[in-house]
């Protein structure tokens, strides 16, 4: 099995800043793309950022230039640094992998249990 465990939510004022990391564990073979996503109350669930294995970065345009997202192949870890937090950063926020496991062909994408955030006006 493959679990993501995700770390580094909680409560910010406005302007403030929080790290988010999400570790892969379980029979990995190799990781390919990693991402972060959120979910705000009554909204959709929305892309905020991805990763892919070389370094390629992708953000929302809601968050550029504000978010960072990296990773640690060693690791298996993927982060997210948002600074400059608004109060409509405000929603649970997912980290997903596309992962190859032992033995298999195929990648297949794994989704963490998600962490709150909230920023406070």
């Known amino acids: 099995q493959v679990q993501l465990v995700e770390s580094g939510g909680g409560l910010v004022q406005a302007g403030g800043s929080l790290r988010l990391s999400c570790a892969a564990s379980g029979t990995i073979f190799s990781i390919n793309a990693m991402g972060w996503y959120r979910q705000a109350p009554g909204k959709q669930r929305e892309l905020v950022a991805t990763?892919?294995?070389?370094?390629?970065?992708n953000y929302a345009d809601s968050v550029k230039g504000r978010f960072t997202i990296s990773r640690d192949n060693a690791k298996n870890t993927v982060y997210l640094q948002m600074n400059t937090l608004k109060p409509e950063d405000t929603a649970v926020y997912y980290c997903?992998?596309?992962?190859?496991?032992?033995?298999?062909?195929?990648?297949?994408?794994?989704w963490g249990q998600g962490t709150q955030v909230t920023v406070s006006s």
């Open positions: 997903n992998t596309d992962v190859k496991k032992v033995y298999s062909a195929t990648y297949l994408r794994y």
């Open positions: 990763i892919t294995s070389g370094g390629s970065t």
